[in-house]
Structure formats: C-alpha cells, structure tokens
C-alpha cells in the first residue's frame, strides 16, 4: 500500500525557515517524481514544486511564487523527499501535502500525504 | 491570472447531473492533459478523473470528465449526498513550466 506521510509542520516567524520532510513506503520513490503541493486555510490548491526521478536527472522544478526560496530534494535510499522553505512569509501559510507523481504520461498526482500545517506568525 | 477557470459553486438535488466547467488557454489544457480532484470536507484532495476523460479504479462511474480546445468539464450523475466536496481541476502549463490549479468548485447537495 502507497503510504506518504509529511512532517516537520509548526509555527515559525516571517523571515524565518522550516524544512518539511515525506516519508514513503509502498513502493520506491527513485521511479517517481515527487511534488510538493499546499492549500492556505479555506483557500485552493497552489502547486509547490517538484522533484523528477533519475531517469531525468532528478531536476527540480517550482512555482514562481516559492522559486529561490524554496528547494525539494530526495534521498532514494531512504525513500524520503524534503521540502526546505527559507525567508518565509506570511502567505506561505497552508497545509503542505507530498505527492507521488504517475510515472507514466501524461503525468497527474496519483497518491496525497494527509499534508502538514505550517504557520507563518509573529 | 495564472490558475484555470473554475465556477465557485455548483448545487444540485439528489440524482441530479451537474457539471462544473475548468476554462484556460492554449499553453495549458489546450496543449495538456485535465486532471480532477475530489477534496471532501477535512480530508486530502484525491484523484477523481485523469487524462481528460479517465476513471481510476475504485472512482465510480457516476464522474465523468471530457475536455474540447481550452476547456474541460466534470459530469456527476446521479447526485448522492456525499458527493458533497470540492472539485479542483488541473492541468501542466508548457510556457511556466509549471502544474496550474482552478480555483475550485464547491459542490452542495440540496
């Protein structure tokens, strides 16, 4: 069974860095892309970014909202992919979920983590 | 505006047909696959409809999605109570580089 369970949520300052983490299990990350997608309270779906497998060379690929301050990355050995978020804002506050990519074409999110809360408060 | 074009609400009674419409423009459904996600009250978002038009097992065959040029749609037929959720579609955009959500469609069930 595809498990994705997300980690690391928690209140933090503007200005101020978090870094979420993604475990997987039922199945090996390395033959999947990963994505990052998060919903602000009460709010819709904002894509996040994205972690390619290796058979594109794990390239990454973001929001313009999120791009230089954001940064996904994997370690296949431990099936796990992380979301490191820096120079945080006030609308960076959601629930961030981990997704696991269809492997095929066309692509579409085929498995959500019950996602994680990050606060971004003074 | 650099999401799809989603109708805010949509209602209908039990065994009703309703569809919501997702609008967008040439670099995103026109040139990609719509993709539909079913949110239901306090859970995670799911997959509902891939590829335009395809069930996933286990999705039952009351949802059906269609897609023509720039705009794509959601049919539920047979309204139950607890098709009661939001409705997100999605679709790659090729000019920024990136997955572009609709705002959402909010689904009640009178």
């Known amino acids: 069974e595809v498990q994705l369970v997300e980690s690391g949520g928690g209140l933090v300052q503007p200005g101020g860095s978090l870094r979420l983490s993604c475990a997987a299990s039922?199945?090996?990350?390395?033959?999947?892309?990963m994505d990052w997608v998060r919903q602000p309270p009460g709010k819709g779906l904002e894509w996040v970014g994205r972690?390619?497998?290796?058979?594109?060379?794990?390239?990454?690929a973001y929001a313009a909202s999120v791009k230089g301050r954001f940064t996904i990355s994997r370690d296949d050995s431990k099936n796990s992919v992380s979301l490191q978020m820096n120079s945080l804002k006030t609308e960076d506050t959601a629930v961030y979920y981990c997704i696991r990519v269809h492997s095929g074409t066309p692509k579409y999110f085929q498995h959500w983590g019950q996602g994680t809360l990050v606060t971004v408060s003074s | 505006q650099s999401v799809l074009t989603q109708p805010p609400s949509a209602s209908g009674t039990p065994g009703q047909r309703v569809t919501i419409s997702c609008s967008g423009i040439?670099?995103?459904?026109?040139?990609?696959?719509v993709n539909w996600y079913q949110q239901l009250p306090g859970a995670a978002p799911r997959l509902l409809i891939c590829c335009n038009d395809q069930r996933p097992s286990g999705v039952p065959d009351r949802f059906s999605g269609s897609k023509s040029g720039t705009s794509a749609s959601l049919a539920i037929s047979g309204l139950q109570s607890e098709d009661e959720a939001d409705y997100f579609c999605a679709a790659w955009d090729d000019s920024l580089n990136a997955v572009l959500f609709g705002g959402g469609t909010k689904l009640t069930v009178l």
């Open positions: 040439s670099s995103n459904i026109g040139s990609n696959a």
């Open positions: 039922g199945f090996s990350i390395s033959d999947h892309y």
């Open positions: 972690t390619r497998n290796r058979a594109k060379s794990y390239t990454t």
